[in-house]
């Protein structure tokens, strides 16, 4: 069982806030001894998050967490909007779909970057995107 | 030379060279990318080199301005070669599924300034 050691609660309604809330995942990744692949990965997911949640869902919140489980250091990452939802789910983590004619690989390329990926949204509730990574050892 | 944004464009002999150091958002992106495409105009230089050394992470939404960069510096006759991209963020972005097929890169600074003479030494445009 993973225990919660510390948490943070960051705004996302800017685009500053989107990279303070990489920043903030970077320099924890770094103090818990994350490697820079994983280190990048994590930030990685997180700016795409971040800014999904801010261009798509109209704005939001995002939940940091380290995680403990005795041996390894975790850190969780929850964004959540209360934008229109994502309709079709399955579409959208095969990759290469967007409907702001962007790339369309933010959320099926994040979840090849982390060991957790848990999506939540339907249609007019909003969306909430839970990550996490861990230390190897 | 004059510049709309706050990211430096250089000339390097017939060549420019740039060098991100601040992160991409869409209002510096696009002056980045206007200040470039002037640069080229005013100079008529045949390459550029942006050199991302300095970023730590680059989500698809930043690769995308990168490869858009290129695209738009070759419809005006200049070659662009990315350097200095970090392992980790190349591992970061193959995983992700962004191919950066469309801009050529080069290890480091000098080697893209190379390269840029090897062209024009093979008379390629
Ligand atoms: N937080 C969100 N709220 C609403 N729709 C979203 C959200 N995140 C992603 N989407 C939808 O999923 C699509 C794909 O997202 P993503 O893979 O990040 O690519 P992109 O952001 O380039 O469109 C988006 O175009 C959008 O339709
Ligand atoms: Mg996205």
Same mark, same amino acid.
């Given at each position: 069982?993973?225990?919660?050691?510390?948490?943070?609660?960051?705004?996302?309604?800017?685009?500053?806030? &989107?990279?303070?809330?990489?920043?903030?995942?970077?320099?924890?990744?770094?103090?818990?001894?994350?490697?820079?692949?994983? +280190?990048?990965?994590?930030? +990685?997911?997180?700016?795409?998050?971040?800014?999904?949640?801010? &261009?798509?869902?109209?704005?939001?919140?995002?939940?940091?967490?380290?995680?403990?489980?005795? /041996?390894?250091?975790?850190?969780?990452?929850?964004? &959540?909007?209360?934008?229109?939802?994502?309709?079709?789910?399955?579409?959208?983590?095969?990759?290469? =779909?967007? /409907?702001?004619?962007?790339?369309?690989?933010?959320?099926?390329?994040?979840?090849?970057?982390?060991?957790?990926?848990?999506?939540?949204?339907?249609?007019?509730?909003? +969306?909430? &995107?839970?990550?996490?990574?861990? /230390?190897? =050892? | 030379?004059?510049? *709309?944004?706050?990211?430096?464009?250089?000339?390097?002999?017939?060549?420019?060279?740039?060098?991100?150091?601040?992160?991409?958002?869409?209002?510096?992106?696009?002056?980045?990318?206007?200040?470039? #495409?002037?640069?080229?105009?005013?100079?008529?230089?045949?390459?550029?080199?942006?050199?991302?050394?300095?970023?730590?992470?680059?989500?698809?939404?930043?690769? *995308?301005?990168?490869?858009?960069?290129?695209?738009?510096?070759?419809?005006?006759?200049?070659?662009?070669?990315?350097?200095?991209?970090?392992?980790?963020?190349?591992?970061?972005?193959?995983?992700?599924?962004?191919?950066?097929?469309?801009?050529?890169?080069?290890?480091?600074?000098?080697?893209?300034?190379?390269? #840029?003479?090897? *062209?024009?030494?093979?008379? *390629?445009?």
């Amino acid at each position: 069982m993973a225990d919660v050691v510390q948490r943070w609660e960051m705004p996302i309604r800017t685009e500053d806030d &989107v990279i303070l809330v990489r920043r903030k995942a970077r320099m924890l990744a770094q103090e818990r001894g994350f490697d820079a692949f994983a +280190t990048a990965a994590l930030t +990685t997911a997180a700016s795409e998050l971040g800014r999904n949640a801010l &261009v798509h869902g109209g704005g939001g919140g995002a939940l940091i967490e380290h995680l403990a489980d005795g /041996t390894r250091s975790g850190i969780r990452i929850t964004f &959540v909007d209360r934008g229109p939802g994502i309709a079709d789910m399955a579409r959208v983590l095969a990759g290469g =779909y967007s /409907t702001a004619r962007s790339l369309g690989l933010g959320l099926s390329g994040t979840r090849r970057l982390v060991e957790e990926f848990d999506i939540e949204s339907a249609p007019g509730a909003g +969306t909430k &995107v839970v990550i996490c990574k861990w /230390t190897r =050892y | 030379m004059s510049q *709309r944004g706050n990211i430096p464009i250089l000339r390097v002999g017939s060549n420019l060279l740039t060098t991100i150091h601040i992160d991409l958002h869409d209002t510096i992106a696009e002056a980045f990318q206007e200040d470039v #495409l002037v640069a080229i105009k005013n100079t008529g230089a045949k390459g550029l080199v942006i050199d991302i050394t300095g970023l730590e992470e680059v989500d698809t939404y930043v690769a *995308r301005i990168l490869a858009d960069t290129g695209r738009m510096a070759a419809l005006m006759g200049a070659h662009t070669i990315l350097v200095g991209m970090r392992a980790e963020v190349a591992a970061t972005l193959v995983r992700m599924g962004f191919a950066m097929d469309t801009v050529e890169t080069a290890l480091d600074v000098d080697d893209g300034l190379a390269m #840029l003479q090897a *062209r024009k030494a093979l008379g *390629r445009k």
